[in-house]
């Protein structure tokens, strides 16, 4: 079973205005409402892959109640504490020329419903999956997910962290199963700028060898990369798509990592599926729906099987310049 945790959920109003003037009145030609919240989408993603899930957080009032109300009906299993005052927070996304996002504050958080959610997590067994991403609200403490994990050490529970700087660094010592950094992430981490797949690899080897196992860096329109378990170096592309909304592209490749893995892909077809999936979710206006997964896969397939086989054919490349030893990397 794949659990995962949303904090922070929100209900996304998205907005597309056809002017954005400031002191006046401004209108939008559509509008549309969306649960919002990382594992949340993670979820979703496997559910759509008919992937055994179960959704935990923490809701509050009628936002609350739609976020529930929503992913019930799409056949999510969801399992919330709810609050008893407050309203989960909205977030209204500005999508113009230029996005533009507000989001919520959100509620506060007693201590008994942090223990009720424990509560729920320390039903967690050996040989489940939790995923740990998004953020943390600010009544709650930063290194929240290193407390979880601490908690649940030991029972032979997998661990998957997509979260930046501080929450991700902290997540190593739990040896996790995976961590998710972009490569804007990952370049804050050491003082780097990497854009694609082949330059964010010394990197991510690093992280490697400080604790996580599988180490994916998703690099936009560049593609993908990862250090497997065992040590080896895999990059993938993105297949062909126009932009519509990067919301949940990487919640989306978490889940078709995690989904083709434990249907006994290799660490190759793995990339490739997770990028699929981030890429159909960046080409549609929500999370993306399974056929337009299978499509993007197999179009990444055709396109990863021409390259090999022109690489093949041509003198191999030079190297990506080596990372600085674990010892001078800088962490921020």
Not at 77 to 103: A, E, H, P, Q, S
């Given at each position: 079973m794949?659990?995962?945790?949303?904090?922070?959920?929100a209900?996304d109003?998205v907005?597309?205005?056809l002017t954005?003037?400031?002191?006046f009145?401004?209108?939008?030609?559509s509008?549309?409402?969306?649960?919002g919240g990382n594992?949340?989408?993670?979820?979703?993603?496997?559910n759509?892959?008919?992937?055994?899930?179960?959704c935990?957080?923490i809701?509050?009032g009628?936002?609350g109640?739609y976020i529930l109300?929503?992913?019930?009906?799409?056949?999510?299993?969801?399992n919330f504490v709810?609050?008893?005052k407050?309203?989960?927070?909205?977030?209204?996304k500005?999508?113009?020329?230029?996005?533009?996002?507000?989001?919520?504050m959100?509620?506060k958080?007693p201590?008994?419903?942090?223990?009720e959610?424990?509560?729920?997590?320390d039903r967690?067994?050996?040989?489940?999956?939790?995923?740990?991403?998004?953020?943390?609200?600010?009544?709650?403490?930063?290194?929240?997910?290193?407390?979880?994990?601490?908690?649940l050490a030991?029972?032979?529970i997998?661990f998957?962290?997509d979260?930046?700087?501080?929450?991700?660094?902290?997540?190593l010592a739990?040896q996790?199963?995976?961590?998710?950094p972009?490569?804007?992430?990952?370049g804050?981490?050491?003082?780097?700028?990497?854009?694609t797949?082949?330059?964010?690899?010394?990197?991510a080897?690093?992280l490697h060898?400080?604790?996580a196992?599988?180490?994916?860096?998703s690099?936009?329109g560049?593609?993908?990369?990862?250090i497997?378990?065992?040590?080896?170096?895999y990059?993938?592309?993105?297949?062909?798509?126009?932009l519509?909304?990067?919301t949940?592209?990487?919640?989306?490749?978490v889940a078709?990592?995690l989904?083709s893995l434990?249907?006994?892909?290799?660490y190759?077809d793995?990339?490739?599926?997770?990028?699929?999936?981030?890429?159909?979710?960046?080409?549609?206006k929500g999370?993306?729906h399974?056929?337009?997964i299978d499509?993007?896969?197999a179009?990444l397939?055709?396109?990863?099987a021409e390259?090999?086989?022109?690489?093949?054919?041509?003198p191999?490349?030079?190297?990506?310049p080596?990372?600085?030893?674990?010892?001078?990397?800088?962490?921020k």
């Amino acid at each position: 079973m794949i659990y995962t945790v949303t904090f922070n959920p929100a209900v996304d109003y998205v907005m597309h205005p056809l002017t954005l003037d400031m002191g006046f009145t401004n209108r939008s030609s559509s509008e549309e409402v969306r649960c919002g919240g990382n594992g949340i989408n993670v979820s979703s993603i496997l559910n759509e892959l008919n992937v055994d899930t179960i959704c935990l957080g923490i809701i509050a009032g009628f936002t609350g109640n739609y976020i529930l109300d929503t992913l019930q009906q799409a056949g999510v299993t969801c399992n919330f504490v709810r609050l008893d005052k407050g309203f989960t927070r909205i977030n209204v996304k500005l999508n113009g020329i230029v996005m533009t996002i507000i989001n919520g504050m959100g509620p506060k958080i007693p201590n008994d419903k942090v223990d009720e959610l424990f509560g729920r997590l320390d039903r967690i067994k050996a040989g489940d999956t939790l995923v740990l991403t998004g953020s943390i609200p600010k009544c709650l403490p930063d290194d929240m997910y290193e407390i979880i994990m601490t908690r649940l050490a030991g029972r032979g529970i997998r661990f998957v962290v997509d979260a930046p700087g501080t929450l991700l660094l902290q997540s190593l010592a739990s040896q996790p199963f995976m961590i998710k950094p972009n490569n804007h992430e990952l370049g804050k981490l050491f003082d780097v700028n990497p854009e694609t797949p082949e330059e964010s690899l010394p990197y991510a080897r690093i992280l490697h060898e400080r604790g996580a196992q599988n180490v994916v860096v998703s690099c936009g329109g560049e593609g993908s990369a990862l250090i497997a378990a065992d040590g080896s170096e895999y990059t993938t592309k993105c297949p062909p798509c126009r932009l519509v909304n990067a919301t949940g592209a990487g919640d989306s490749m978490v889940a078709g990592f995690l989904a083709s893995l434990d249907r006994g892909f290799s660490y190759q077809d793995a990339l490739n599926f997770a990028s699929a999936c981030g890429s159909s979710t960046a080409a549609s206006k929500g999370l993306a729906h399974r056929a337009t997964i299978d499509k993007f896969y197999a179009a990444l397939q055709k396109i990863m099987a021409e390259d090999a086989e022109k690489k093949a054919t041509e003198p191999k490349a030079k190297k990506a310049p080596e990372a600085k030893s674990e010892k001078d990397a800088p962490v921020k």
